[in-house]
């Protein structure tokens, strides 16, 4: 029997299909991962190469087997209000796809508690076992491989990437964005202070360490209720000349005639974004642009400059979820277990 278009639907309306792997999906515990003292930090252009250790030590130990603070929840404005740099502050955009090393944060992005989200799951396991009944082989396969889907993409895993402030001579605004679920880690260096957080996100991302409720904002598309107000993530603007070096590197005999006008569009589209389009946004110009990892790992970024002697991090004392987010603390065979979504 062929599965009806109907049937097919309704699963592929419950279950957000993607290009996961099943090992991609159970892969790992979730316990912490510490960052290596020699990894190099994304810096601003003009900065010169900097490992972790030249900056901090000590980082906070992140083990699944225990929360280090309450969630703390943080509306996420339909309205797209956001706070704004005050007149004294300075501003940093970072950007990055993914990256960032373990953690044991996981969610589902959509607001919905542990009971609902069971539910649901429930329901779309119950049409997959319905198809399978009705339906051949092939069509009952197939039902599984979505349910299948729907258990492992329902629940992100974030990594952590930590954001180091050095800079003392005036507070600084953090405008942080990604593609992928990130924990951003806060640790501000003796005398620094942060004047406020916004985080855009299209996965969604969490704060620790960060300010209050008052100047945090958070963007994301996945499950968010402000998803037309999300920030765009840009990568560093790179000159026609620099990409059609790089495309002859590879193939003496490339010929750029068909590429040059459009890569030079995309130069202009570029700055434009960083020199007036951010700068309306947020309000102010970024003082640094925190996008490009130089071909390295993208785990640790450097706000201001390098210490004379590398300060102490912190532990982990504040938590903060966007609202659309249910949180969940642990390993990945717990957090499937919480959201109800054991085999």
Do not use: H
Not at 132 to 141: H, K, Q, T
Not at 176 to 186: C, E, G, P, R, V
């Amino acid at each position: 029997m062929v599965m009806s278009f109907k049937k097919a639907l309704a699963i592929l309306s419950l279950i957000g299909v993607t290009a996961c792997s099943p090992a991609d999906l159970y892969s790992g515990e979730g316990s912490g991962e510490k960052i290596a003292a020699d990894t190099p930090l994304v810096v601003a252009d003009g900065q010169g190469p900097t490992l972790m250790n030249q900056v901090s030590v000590g980082q906070p130990e992140l083990v699944s087997a225990q929360l280090p603070a309450v969630f703390e929840t943080v509306d996420a404005d339909p309205n797209c209000r956001m706070p704004r740099p005050s007149r004294a502050a300075k501003v940093a955009y970072v950007y990055t796809y993914g990256g960032g090393v373990k953690t044991p944060l996981q969610y589902i992005a959509d607001g919905a508690d542990a009971d609902k989200i069971a539910a649901r799951m429930a329901m779309t396991k119950e049409i997959a076992k319905q198809v399978s009944r009705e339906g051949g082989f092939i069509e009952g396969a197939i039902a599984r491989e979505f349910a299948g889907f729907a258990k492992g993409n329902s629940v992100e895993w974030a990594t952590r990437v930590d954001v180091l402030v050095t800079e003392t001579e005036a507070p600084v605004f953090l405008v942080l964005t990604s593609y992928n679920a990130i924990l951003w880690n806060i640790q501000l260096a003796p005398g620094a202070q942060i004047d406020g957080i916004v985080v855009s996100a299209y996965e969604g991302g969490a704060i620790a360490n960060g300010t209050t409720a008052r100047r945090t904002g958070f963007m994301g598309f996945d499950g968010s209720p402000n998803r037309s107000c999300r920030l765009d993530g840009r990568g560093k603007p790179v000159p026609s000349e620099v990409r059609i070096a790089g495309a002859k590197e590879l193939n003496p005999a490339f010929d750029p005639s068909g590429y040059k006008e459009r890569w030079d569009a995309e130069y202009r589209e570029a700055q434009k974004f960083f020199a007036v389009d951010l700068r309306q946004k947020i309000g102010k110009a970024p003082t640094w642009l925190l996008n490009d990892a130089r071909g390295g790992s993208f785990q640790a970024v450097l706000v201001g400059p390098v210490p004379s002697e590398p300060f102490a991090q912190q532990p982990v004392t504040r938590l903060q979820i966007p609202s659309y987010v249910a949180p969940y603390w642990g390993t990945r065979k717990g957090a499937f277990k919480y959201f109800g979504l054991e085999s």
